[in-house]
């Protein structure tokens, strides 16, 4: 089965620098990968997602990821943060089997100060 | 087109108690998964549902049961809920084919004492 390690636990950022949230997933033939969001005290909503064709995906919020298939890795950078996007954010990959399950990394709390 | 929801949204349990909590989805969605949340771990599944009338074990899936009620309702049973089962618990839902992401319900928050 797959697998996913987001490496920073925290990430804290001034408001208007620009960030990167790091994540490494275990290689294999096919793999989607996929960014989401959680503000505090709700459901996760869905940033970007990697299927196949242009390795930078572009998401909401001014969010982006880069494919890195010979680093196994799936990134997520935006080039000027704001206080709103504080939250914490995870990363995960689709399980290739019947019940297409995600599997996610532990999760990269952002904290932005004014 | 409310998305998928999740009642109750707080619940306080004593040990040995049980409960069922409730998911259901508006999307017509084929599959549907429950998580549950702890610091750190990121989001572990308990059970999914590929489709109406299917269910199957996640990652987790000890001291809980699960009953695809429909193609809209998926509930998770806890039989006698335990400390280790605090946490806070998603529902998820998927449409099908080559749409594999998932859209999440705000979760239920549940405490064991």
């Known amino acids: 089965a797959q697998s996913v390690t987001q490496l920073d636990s925290q990430v804290p950022v001034f408001e208007e620098a620009p960030v990167e949230l790091r994540c490494n997933y275990s290689?294999?033939?096919?793999?989607?990968l996929f960014w989401y969001v959680q503000y505090p005290n709700q459901g996760l909503q869905l940033l970007l997602k990697?299927?196949?064709?242009?390795?930078l995906v572009k998401g909401i919020n001014g969010f982006e990821a880069e494919f890195n298939k010979s680093q196994t890795s799936f990134h997520l950078r935006k080039p000027s943060v704001h206080i709103s996007d504080t939250a914490e954010y995870f990363c995960?990959?689709?399980?290739?089997?019947?019940?297409?399950?995600?599997?996610f990394g532990g999760g990269t709390r952002l904290m932005v100060k004014p | 087109n409310a998305g998928v929801t999740q009642t109750p949204k707080f619940q306080v349990l004593k040990t040995g108690q049980s409960m069922t909590l409730q998911c259901a989805q508006d999307?017509?969605?084929?599959?549907m998964y429950w998580y549950r949340q702890d610091p750190g771990m990121g989001l572990r599944l308990i059970y999914y549902?590929?489709?109406?009338?299917?269910?199957d074990k996640g990652e987790v899936p000890n001291g809980y049961n699960v009953s695809r009620l429909n193609k809209r309702e998926f509930s998770l049973r806890l039989e006698s809920a335990a400390p280790s089962q605090t946490s806070v618990y998603f529902c998820?839902?998927?449409?099908?084919?080559?749409?594999?992401?998932?859209?999440f319900g705000p979760g239920t928050r549940l405490t064991v004492t």
């Open positions: 998820a839902s998927r449409a099908g084919g080559h749409l594999y992401e998932q859209y």
């Open positions: 290689s294999s033939v096919s793999v989607y």
């Open positions: 990697y299927l196949s064709g242009s390795t």
């Open positions: 995960a990959v689709r399980q290739n089997n019947a019940g297409n399950m995600l599997t």
């Open positions: 999307m017509n969605h084929n599959s």
């Open positions: 549902s590929a489709s109406e009338g299917t269910t």
